[in-house]
Nanobody, 123 residues
Framework: VQLQASGGGLVQAGGSLRLSCAASGRAFRNYSAGWFRQGPGKEREFVAYIRWGGGDTDYADSVKGRFTISRDNAKNTAYLQMNSLKPEDTAVYYC?????????????????WGQGTQVTVSS
C-alpha cells in the first residue's frame, strides 16, 4: 500500500483545510488509519485515528472539536477536515495505515506512511 497525502497549504488562523490521504491498492479498506503531525523541532504526534470500517474515531485533545477524520473506502481515501485552525497547528501532517500494535496513538505501530503535507497557520 502506498499513501499520498495532499491538501496542505498556508491559511490564516481561524481558517480551514481538508487533507486527503489517497491509498493505492484495495487493501487500504481493511486497515485502520491515522493522522500524525510533526512541528519544527518536535516529535511526531498523534492527531486522529479511524478504524478500518469507519465506525470508531479518536482525537488528540488538542484538536478535539476542531478536526474530523473520515474515510471513503470506495475511493481508498482518508480525510482530515481541520477547522478553526491555530498557529500551533502548523506542522507537516502525515497519514498512516495498518495498525499492527495495541496503541494507535503511537507512530511505531503503523505499517504504512505517506510522505507528509505542510500545513502553515499564520496569526
Amino acid at each position: 500500500v502506498q499513501l499520498q497525502a495532499s491538501g496542505g497549504g498556508l491559511v490564516q488562523a481561524g481558517g480551514s483545510l481538508r487533507l486527503s490521504c489517497a491509498a493505492s491498492g484495495r487493501a487500504f479498506r481493511n486497515y485502520s488509519a491515522g493522522w500524525f503531525r510533526q512541528g519544527p523541532g518536535k516529535e511526531r504526534e498523534f492527531v486522529a485515528y479511524i478504524r478500518w470500517g469507519g465506525g470508531d474515531t479518536d482525537y488528540a485533545d488538542s484538536v478535539k472539536g476542531r478536526f474530523t477524520i473520515s474515510r471513503d473506502n470506495a475511493k481508498n481515501t482518508a480525510y482530515l477536515q481541520m477547522n478553526s485552525l491555530k498557529p500551533e497547528d502548523t506542522a507537516v501532517y502525515y497519514c498512516a495505515a495498518q495498525v499492527v500494535g495495541q496503541d494507535y496513538r503511537r507512530p511505531n505501530v503503523y505499517g504504512y506512511w505517506g510522505q507528509g503535507t505542510q500545513v502553515t497557520v499564520s496569526s
